[in-house]
Nanobody
């Protein structure tokens, strides 16, 4: 069984920083892209950032220059460093990973349970 476990959320003042982590565990053959999405109350889930197995990154325009995604492939872990946080960054942040459970298996997306980030004074 594959699990994605997030950590690092919390309450921070505007202009502050947080670092989210997400570790994939269980039995799987390979991990492809990993990423972060977020969902604010009353809004649809949106892409925040992704990183491929080769390290290519992609960001939503709203977080470019403030957020940095990285990964430790040896630990099957993805990180999201969030700086200069704004109240509009408040949301539940979800980690996802596209991975293959076995060499003969097709790749599928897996999701974490979410971690709350609240930016408020």
């Amino acid at each position: 069984q594959v699990q994605l476990v997030e950590s690092g959320g919390g309450l921070v003042q505007p202009g502050g920083s947080l670092r989210l982590s997400c570790a994939a565990s269980g039995r799987f053959f390979s991990v492809n892209a990993m990423g972060w999405h977020r969902q604010a109350p009353g809004k649809e889930r949106e892409l925040v950032a992704t990183i491929t197995a080769g390290g290519t990154t992609n960001y939503a325009d709203s977080v470019k220059g403030r957020f940095t995604i990285s990964r430790d492939s040896a630990k099957n872990t993805v990180y999201l460093q969030m700086n200069s946080l704004k109240p509009e960054d408040t949301a539940t942040y979800y980690c996802n990973a596209n991975l293959r459970r076995a060499v003969w298996d097709r790749a599928n997306d897996y999701w974490g349970q979410g971690t709350q980030v609240t930016v408020s004074s």
